[in-house]
């Protein structure tokens, strides 16, 4: 069950613009460590190419991942900007 991000009201939904929202199916609250390796390679993506697009500018990478599609370890995504 995913926690209340997502709900009306939520932080997802309250949060200011440019925002990107990731929730991987199925997955803990250990999903992100090296205890689980199935989102790995997911996880890595969405967050290297949020901190280049936050940091450096460089929103190729995220607007890529943007553009394409959910990965089926992705349940919901979600971006304003």
Sequence with gaps: MAPPVWNSGGACELSSP?????EFED????AWTDLNQAYVSSIDAYSVAFFDASLKGRKEALNRLLDYGRPKDVSELRSAE
């Design 18 to 22: 440019p925002k990107y929202c990731v």
């Design 27 to 30: 997955a803990g609250h250990f």
